[in-house]
């Protein structure tokens, strides 16, 4: 019998729930008793700072969702841990740039510092003090030379326009940061529109206060390599505005970036330098490699100048349309509100139920990140700078996007956009044939403001494509796309592509990383094939769908591995399966080795668990992977971390390798490990990511696998699933449906799941295909302490793969 309580909670829950999901709640009950989800507000869960620890690489400034700027405080822009400009353990701040990476292994950007001072003005940011370290993270593994000391850079003490802070001087949230700067005593705060980024400075009574913009700052390969500046120009116009510019040869070689700055109340005067020298007192233009700016105000105590910088890759005009379109106005305050709210509206889009305020925290912050990136790359008119150099126009209603961590974010990122953000999916992937049309590299693999990075294998822009595809999203140029990526799938001598056509695989003795690079070229076949089916490619669809089991000709069955081979088809030698490689000339596996390689297979299992001999072999080389030792060589990279056995949840090979249990029948075996890793990986601390966070890909396997489901073949639009976390969650979705996922019982002791209901039906399969969830409708999780062995087993239950079912 329903309590009068219950019965009024699922009314009020009810009452905006489409009829199907009514209906289904009429015919069962919930456990869930605190007030109904659409009370929650998801902002004040979030805490920016995790993943600033540790090698999480994030920042902590003000953005907006997918915003141009990201308006960050820059404490270090020289060694890895610096590659978001930003780390927990510094302690001093450089000043306040307008374009950040997020969780990125490579840095750049950090365009247009901006940074108060009082008294005489100083033209270098000066030695940090105390010096940077070469910061430890509790997921790192433990190497074979563990007891060889890490050093950290040395450093002098010279002085500079850098701040010293304290963690007590600091607070920010979703779309506002602010710090005080005791030396100075001026406090700074930062909030954003898309394009726009707002600073308001509080400042003490001075005759000498001023503010430095600094356009020589910028990611830098090393502390003794300034940052490479191809060229930058400033211009001073009146007392107020500043327009500007700058091409940079970072990690984006070439890269474009412009702005346009006003302060709301003149300056008395202003000093232009070049190359750190000062220029004339009327100079009020400048082209250099080297630009500095120093304005100056008289400020009586407590007074407030707020600075608005809008950006553009296509000119200061630009940058200066986009600033008097989206802040015309000076509020700081009710920009700050509005930014606020434009997260409250997308971490909205779920509305989760969790044991408490720490996995809370850890939940919305990782969809925090996950909406940061891609990031907006076109101007308010429509202008954009293209992969070409050349300044293009988008269609009415269009806008472009760039940041595509290609390799990492094809595997939770994307997928989990297809869900939560639906209307901009035909954007992003129309950005990327864009991409593909312009770019003298051709298709995307790492695109960063108009360059192609090159970093990292595969070309898996396909990959999003043909899941797009697969998830029947319309408004893609899918005719335009096929061309342009069957150019690299069958024409193309890229990173070894054309050994691969010709031998079945990349020879070890004739390019780097090979092993990985066969199996990642072959799962980019299986997303090509399905994009040559809808295209009508008939032969092409069945030579990739051949190809894409290329996978073989490098898993040797004589001890179930997968290994590097040479191009007379020996295997390579000697084999270490913990190896990066088996030369020093080269690594054969790409940031992994041999064990997590040996389960990159996301879209032919059945097939290749064949390979092993038997599925229950399968499952004991799973289990081995899980339980042998974590130590790694001396040589690996650091982005293998949040080691269990030699799987490594800090870096994505392995991101779907613990739901792979489900195809062998065991899933059980995947609801304990993923609920494992949820608790394991993840904190609500700085140092609370296994890795950097790679464009939101970390925190999206959270926020999914949280969920109670994942995409290990992202191509087949199809979910596996693990053990929920959440004990409720409403997930809106496009055109206002709604879906609710609830899991009865659920707890840190009861992670396996005893059987599933849709819609109030029993849902006997292990999975569940993406068509079914945008439906919307009430999914429902029965959990216990122990394993049912029955649900999800069964054949017929299994997650379907390589288009075809286990049976």
């Given amino acids: 019998m329903i309590s009068r309580r219950r019965f009024l909670q699922h009314a009020l829950l009810a009452s905006s729930l489409p009829l199907a999901i009514q209906r289904s709640l009429a015919q069962t009950t919930s456990s869930f008793t605190t007030p109904p989800l659409a009370q929650a507000k998801c902002t004040r869960h979030v805490d920016v700072f995790i993943g600033t620890g540790g090698h999480g690489h994030t920042f902590p400034g003000a953005t907006v969702p997918f915003g141009m700027v990201q308006l960050s405080p820059d404490t270090y822009n020289a060694i890895w841990d610096s590659s978001s400009g930003y780390h927990r353990g510094d302690g001093s701040i450089m000043g306040f740039s307008h374009t950040h990476l997020s969780g990125t292994g490579v840095g750049d950007m950090l365009d247009v510092l901006v940074m108060p001072g009082v008294g005489p003005v100083q033209t270098k940011p000066g030695d940090p003090d105390p010096a940077i370290q070469l910061y430890h993270s509790r997921f790192d593994p433990v190497h074979e030379n563990a007891a060889a000391p890490r050093t950290a850079p040395v450093y002098g003490h010279t002085p500079g326009y850098r701040a010293a802070f304290t963690r007590a001087d600091e607070m920010a949230e979703p779309g506002y940061y602010r710090v005080h700067l005791r030396d100075r005593q001026v406090t700074a705060e930062l909030t954003a529109t898309r394009r726009v980024g707002l600073h308001r400075y509080t400042f003490p009574a001075s005759a000498h206060s001023h503010l430095l913009v600094d356009l020589q700052h910028g990611m830098q390969d090393n502390p003794d390599v300034p940052t490479r500046i191809i060229d930058s120009q400033l211009k001073i116009v009146g007392n107020d505005t500043l327009l500007g510019g700058r091409r940079v040869d970072e990690w984006a070689s070439g890269r474009h970036i412009y702005f346009a700055m006003q302060v709301s109340r003149p300056f008395t005067r202003h000093q232009l330098f070049t190359t750190e020298q000062p220029q004339g007192s009327d100079a009020t233009q400048a082209q250099s490699k080297s630009i500095q ?27 200066l349309r986009n600033l008097d379109s989206e802040l015309p106005g000076w509020d700081f305050d009710t920009t700050r509100q509005a930014a606020l709210q434009a997260w409250e509206r997308e971490l909205g889009k779920i509305q989760v139920q969790l044991a ?29 700078r293209g992969m070409d150099m050349a300044v293009h126009q988008l269609p009415q209603g269009a806008e472009n996007y760039t940041e595509f961590s290609l390799w990492d974010i094809y595997r939770a990122e994307m997928p989990l956009l297809t869900l939560i953000q639906p209307e901009r999916v035909p954007d992003l992937a129309n950005s990327l044939i864009r991409m593909a049309e312009q770019s003298p590299a051709g298709v995307p693999v790492w695109p960063l403001q108009g360059h192609e990075t090159g970093c990292m294998i595969g070309y898996h822009s396909a990959v999003v494509l043909a899941e797009a595809q697969a998830k029947k999203f319309n408004g893609i140029d899918f005719a335009k796309a096929w061309p342009l990526w069957r150019k690299r799938a069958m024409d193309d001598a890229y990173q070894g592509l054309d050994l691969y056509r010709q031998q079945g695989y990349v020879p070890a003795d004739k390019e780097a990383e090979s092993a990985s690079k066969t199996l990642e070229y072959a799962y980019d076949d299986w997303a090509m094939a399905q994009l040559a089916k809808t295209a009508g490619a008939d032969d092409d669809h069945q030579r990739l769908l051949a190809r894409s089991r290329n996978y073989q000709h490098v898993f040797d069955q004589a001890d179930n591995f997968v290994k590097p081979r040479l191009a007379d088809g020996q295997w390579a030698a000697p084999f270490d399966p913990r190896a990066m490689g088996h030369s020093s000339q080269w690594r054969d596996f790409t940031e992994s080795n041999a064990w997590e ?54 870096n994505e090979p392995s991101h779907h390798v613990s739901y792979l249990y489900a195809y062998a029948g065991q899933p059980w075996k995947t609801q304990a490990r993923v609920r494992s890793l949820l608790e394991t990986m993840y904190d609500d601390k700085p140092d609370g990511e296994a890795g950097n966070d790679d464009c939101g890909q970390i925190s999206a396997w959270l926020i999914l696998s949280a969920l109670g489901f994942y995409p290990v073949d992202p191509v087949s639009g199809d979910y596996v699933f693990g053990s929920p976390q959440v004990s409720r969650a409403l997930i809106t979705l496009q055109g206002g449906r709604q879906l609710l996922i609830e899991a009865h019982g659920n707890s840190s002791r009861n992670v396996y799941v005893q059987s599933v209901r849709l819609n109030g039906r029993a849902y006997p399969q292990n999975w569940i295909s993406h068509a079914t969830l945008v439906q919307g409708g009430h999914l429902e999780f029965e959990m216990g302490a122990q394993p049912n062995h029955a ?14 079912t286990a049976v």
């Fill in 293 to 319: 700016c120093a304005l100056h105000f008289d400020t009586h105590a407590g007074e407030t100048i707020v600075v608005k910088v809008g950006i553009s890759a296509v000119s200061p005009e630009g940058a």
């Fill in 356 to 384: 408490d305020e720490r996995h809370r925290r850890m939940f919305y912050t990782a969809m925090y990140h996950s909406l940061i990136v891609p990031t907006l790359f076109s101007d308010v008119d429509g202008q954009y």
């Fill in 597 to 650: 390689a040996t389960f990159l297979n996301q879209h032919d299992i059945y097939h290749y668990m064949a390979m092993f001999g038997s599925e229950q072999t399968f499952v004991d080389k799973l289990d081995q992977l899980f339980s042998i030792s974590s130590q790694l060589p001396a040589d690996a990279p650091p982005d293998i971390a949040g080691m269990v056995g030699q799987y490594a949840h800090g």
């Fill in 791 to 804: 649900f999800g087993s069964d054949p017929a239950h299994r997650p379907p793969s390589f288009g075809q």
